[in-house]
């Protein structure tokens, strides 16, 4: 019968012991838990290598009041020991000297008991009065106890029966068990080592010796491995497909100014995604709107009216306070125009995928932190049919054979495009949201070739490629479920 | 369908929803569409439909009648100019309406308070049966106590104030006027109230299926939004027959016609719908394709196209906005993809090779990686973890009182995590490598932090300083340790991360109140780094 490398190593220190040993012994000897020794005995046990042997045995401990006595002496040795010293007799109140409060009487009632006291009343108060030197037979048992030597025995029993009273002593039942090797069984085990050791290698006694086989079919303990998060796992995947098509990471901040997130984007002051419900505002900081003035003056004419782009504007009063306020960025594509602004010369191919917030609420598929990919790719010649193209070979790497596409309106771009891809169970899933930068957004920013804008909900994508059904699942806080995530 | 002229099965009915910018969403008796927040005359089942018959090229392009009389009067006091200061108004007369087509109506109305009129606050309409009402009207502002009408759909007269107190549209609404002393009203001239914007109309001019003449106002505080919604109701209402009537509407120094139908126009050139959609398109194709989507179109030489603008197409600002109306008639679908020939060096960003080594690092060290939110709250970041009170930055409106402020360190956050762990099997060893967002002098500054958090039965100070060591002994750096202080750590037991002479993290034995704090049992020590101020040992990997 083969046995598993721990099921061997057990066997081994059995024999080390003797051929029979109690579980503690065992678990000293192999380095391991008490509680591991009882499943291996028992597989061992059902091979017919060993005999296991069950029994209860009790055990004794010492109570806080018994660890005092330990120390100090048995409240009766310590009041003969007074006397002795005192001549043989005490003013009763001058016990405290030597006794605690709760330890009075039972010390009066043995002394009664086995006639060594007596209390004798006298003018000036109770005295107590040493009768005849009696032994005391406690404070050995005590320091047995305490040392963990103590075996019962049959004689002692009434004076641990007194302990056990006098609360000094308490007692536990242990369960022990014993493990005999089962004779025979042993006899291949002396040709047959377990474990293969260094000293067998160097010495050369491995050429000797036969390495028992083991059960390998057996399972082994779990390991704790350290791993890296699947969803982080599966944003990097993104962004190797991206770098492979010649694309620059870019990152900005989470904490943006209405400017860059709405303004240049050409989102009226008065549109309704930039009501207070609708992006995060925040307080207890100020952003630097980090524009030249002259970008600021052409934003603010062309939401007027229009600017030199050729657009008729949206006709309202621009207000910079409104545009410096600071929130958390509500979309990627921020990022993609303060790119633009520090890269004005073609070609330019971008992306940026990192987290945005939008006041939404909390469920299954809605959650108001959430990642977000915007990419760029700016050109002269570039025209929507190099949208469709990039979107189709995005999605393609992604895996997704099937692409189609519909009109669709984003306040930045026009024409504006969103794209659905097909999955083989889910059907077709809308999760790609394009379009050409109008000119109200390239022309303040002196971009004078097309640029095509792409964005993906990329929480969708990971949630379907790691097989979860609620968004929050993607920012799991479950240990367990993160150390037995599998292949993905 | 009798809007549209002809009978259509649903999926003919998708295919061409989808060329106008529609999304089906259902269909069973009823379909129901998605529509783009840009396009509010699609908002309605006779927008809709008008975007499908010119598409399939029923009937003429976009005209109205015009009603053959002068134009109603609607006089402005000049006491609602500080309240609610402007109004345009319509008439439709002779227009046949069933349940449907009001249905359809008053849907409308609500999509367009929803969206252009700020949930009423910047735009409100009003819809009445124009029999009720004998003009010319005037708008004005009275106290609350002097406006006495039945507000729609009660029996009972109520004042101003009632209104807004006991009507549910009042106590809706009603905070968009509760704090001015006078309340905007429609009075008729025999003094009857037609309304009290934006909360209400009168229960006496009630519009209903045998209604044949409607008035329609919009008020409002700036023209744009309101002119939008006028001219939306009003094209909307024409498609169920009827011809319009102006109203004049008279301000102290100024007379306005309404509803503003200008006659405006965009120009397309050729090429640039050539450069855009990459088709080769003639001028004639341009032509026949905008015509498909309601325009009529006049050619300028052999390159320039000019469209009129129909009232109800809001959303034309510039010649891209006809361009994207030429590739939705020529069909998204019939567009060939074509992969851009851009080249370009793909390049990550700055740190992500340092972020990379950290990570593959900790894996190494066996540490299971976490990702928890930025948003955070101070309960957690100050309270548990005993850190100081500081300012953090904070949202003004939470949707929910777990995340209030982005977090400025990881720490509590990994505690908060393994709080949520105390029934998996330790020893627990997790990092997160993730942003978090300090302010420094006022402005929010973002950075990358590393945390790491362990925690089992006999864990303690070594075990982490052996993980510091290890780490960068792995960056190249020369870490050194100091002593520090913190009230999340146990006293003495707590040291600052020094790297190449830098100060930048700390690491230690968890204080036990804190690990009380988050419901902790087992010992746990932890570091936090910013990594930031390290991003350039990048260079030192690339030597």
């Known amino acids: ?105 039972a010390v009066l009632g043995w002394g009664r008991r086995t006639g060594a006291l007596s209390i004798e009343k006298k003018p000036e108060g109770n005295v107590i009065i040493l009768m005849k030197d009696v032994p005391i037979y406690y404070d050995p048992i005590l320091i047995k106890i305490e040392n963990n030597s103590y075996s019962p025995d049959e004689q002692e029993k009434p004076l641990l029966r007194d302990l056990l009273l006098r609360g000094l002593v308490t007692k536990k039942d242990h369960k022990e068990i014993v493990i005999e090797l089962v004779p025979g069984t042993d006899h291949d085990r002396k040709v047959a080592v377990g474990i293969l050791t260094s000293e067998h290698i160097k010495s050369g006694k491995w050429r000797e010796i036969t390495l028992r086989p083991y059960d390998v079919s057996a399972s082994p303990p779990e390991l704790k491995i350290g791993k890296k998060h699947p ?29 860059w997130n709405f303004d240049v984007l050409f989102q009226a002051q008065d549109h309704p995604a930039r009501a207070v419900h609708d992006s995060f505002q925040v307080k207890n900081v100020s952003v630097d709107i980090d524009a030249s003035p002259k ?43 303060r790119y633009l602004d520090s890269h004005k010369d073609p070609p330019v191919k971008a992306f940026s995928l990192s987290k945005v917030f939008r006041p939404d609420v909390i469920d299954s598929r809605h959650m108001i932190e959430f990642c977000q990919l915007d990419g760029i790719i700016g050109d002269r010649g570039i025209n929507v049919r190099h949208l469709l193209g990039i979107l189709q070979e995005f999605s393609k790497q992604l895996g997704f054979k099937r692409i189609k596409f519909r009109a669709s309106y984003y306040p930045f771009t026009e024409p504006s495009i969103d794209a659905y891809v097909e999955h083989p169970k889910l059907g077709w899933i809308e999760c790609l949201g394009a379009g050409m930068f109008r000119p109200e957004v390239l022309g303040p920013l002196e971009i004078d070739f097309p640029v095509i804008a792409w964005g993906i909900g990329i929480d969708r994508l990971a949630m379907i490629r790691l097989g979860i059904n609620d968004i929050r699942d993607l920012h799991s806080n479950d240990l367990s479920k993160l150390r037995n995530w599998g292949w993905w | 369908m009798s809007l549209i002229g002809k009978d259509l099965s649903v999926s003919e009915l998708e295919d061409l929803l989808t060329a ?146 006991l009507t549910p549209k009042g106590k809706e609404y009603g905070n968009i006027i509760s704090k001015s002393q006078n309340y ?32 329609i106002d919009v008020t409002g505080l700036e023209m744009r939004p309101i002119s939008i919604c006028l001219n939306i109701m009003i094209t909307s209402a024409l498609e169920r027959g009827g011809s319009l009537q102006y109203v004049d509407v008279r301000y102290k120094d100024r007379r306005l016609r309404t509803p503003i139908f200008a006659e405006h126009f965009q120009e397309v050139s050729l090429s640039k719908a050539r450069e855009v959609l990459g088709l080769d398109l003639s001028i004639s194709d341009i032509t026949s394709l905008l015509k498909r989507m309601g325009y009529w179109t006049e050619t300028i030489g052999d390159e320039v196209v000019r469209a009129k603008i129909p009232p109800y197409r809001v959303d034309i600002l510039h010649e891209v906005d006809l361009i994207e109306d030429i590739m939705m008639a020529y069909g998204l679908n019939r567009v060939q993809p074509t992969f851009p020939r851009v080249h370009t060096i793909g390049k990550p960003l700055t740190g992500s ?88 002098n006022g402005t929010p500054k973002m950075s990358n932090h590393l945390g790491v958090v362990a925690s089992g039965d006999r864990v303690g100070f070594e075990e982490i300083q052996a993980v510091a060591f290890s780490l960068f002994k792995n960056l190249s750096g020369n870490v050194e340790l100091t002593k520090a202080s913190s009230t999340l750590f146990i006293d003495g037991r707590i040291a600052s991360i020094c790297v190449n002479g830098t100060e930048i993290g700390i690491l230690g034995e968890v204080h036990p109140q804190v690990l009380v704090n988050f419901a902790l049992s087992n010992p746990a020590v932890a570091m936090e780094i910013d990594f930031s101020k390290l991003v350039y040992l990048e260079s030192l990997f690339r030597g």
């Open chain 2, 184 to 215: 905007p009203v429609l009075i008729d001239s025999r003094g009857k109230v037609l309304s009290m914007p934006p909360i209400i109309n009168s229960e006496d001019t009630k519009v209903s299926e045998t209604t044949t003449n409607l008035f």
């Open chain 1, 231 to 259: 969803y982080l796992e599966f944003l990097e995947e993104v962004k190797a497909i991206l770098f492979s098509m010649g694309f620059e990471e870019t990152e900005g901040q989470f904490v943006e100014t209405e400017f």
């Open chain 1, 295 to 337: 970008l600021i003056e052409s934003v603010r004419s062309v939401h007027e009216s229009g600017g030199n782009t050729g657009s008729k504007g949206w006709n309202y009063k621009w207000d910079m306070e409104v545009a410096k306020r600071p929130l958390l960025r509500s979309q990627m594509t921020v990022n993609s125009v």
């Open chain 2, 353 to 440: 090779r340092l972020r990379a080594r950290i990570r593959d690092l900790m894996i190494g060290m066996g540490f299971v990686e976490v990702t928890t939110y930025v948003l955070s709250n101070c309960e957690m970041m100050v309270n548990k973890p005993q850190l100081p009170k500081r300012p953090f930055v904070e949202v003004v409106k939470p949707v929910s009182s777990e995340y209030t402020v982005l977090r400025d360190r990881l720490l509590p956050k990994l505690l908060d995590f393994m709080s949520a762990n105390i029934h998996v099997e330790y020893p627990q060893k997790i990092f997160e490598y993730g942003s978090v967002v300090v302010i420094e």
């Open chain 1, 1 to 105: 019968m083969s046995l598993s490398q721990s099921e061997a190593e057990f066997l081994d220190a059995l024999i080390e012991l003797g051929g029979r040993a109690d579980s503690s012994a065992i678990a000293r000897k192999m380095g391991i838990p008490e509680s591991s020794v009882f499943p291996i005995s028992s597989l061992l046990a059902q091979k017919g290598y060993v005999k296991i042997t069950e029994f209860i045995q009790e055990k004794f401990f010492l109570t806080d009041e018994g660890k005092y006595c330990a120390s100090k002496g048995m409240p009766e040795t310590r009041l003969l020991a007074f006397l002795r010293e005192k001549g043989g007799s005490v003013p009763l109140k001058e016990l405290s000297k030597v006794l605690k409060q709760n330890e009075v009487s």
């Open chain 2, 20 to 165: 106008v910018k529609c999304e089906l969403e259902t269909s069973n008796e009823e379909v129901v569409v998605e529509v783009t927040s840009d396009r509010p005359d699609l908002f309605s089942a006779e927008g809709v439909s008008r975007a499908i018959r010119n598409y399939l090229g029923i009937g003429s392009l976009y005209s109205f009648g015009k009603y053959p009389a002068l134009p109603i009067d609607l006089i402005v006091s000049e006491s609602v100019s500080s309240i609610r200061p402007l109004i345009v108004s319509a008439a439709v007369r002779g227009v046949s309406l069933n349940n449907e087509a009001l249905r359809q109506l008053m849907q409308l109305q609500e999509k367009l308070h929803n969206t252009y009129g700020s949930n009423r606050r910047k735009a409100s309409i009003g819809v009445y049966d124009l029999d009720k009402i004998l003009p010319p009207i005037v708008y004005e502002a009275r106290p609350p106590e002097e406006i006495r009408f039945t507000p729609l759909e009660h029996t009972a007269e109520l004042d101003g104030r009632e209104i807004l107190e």
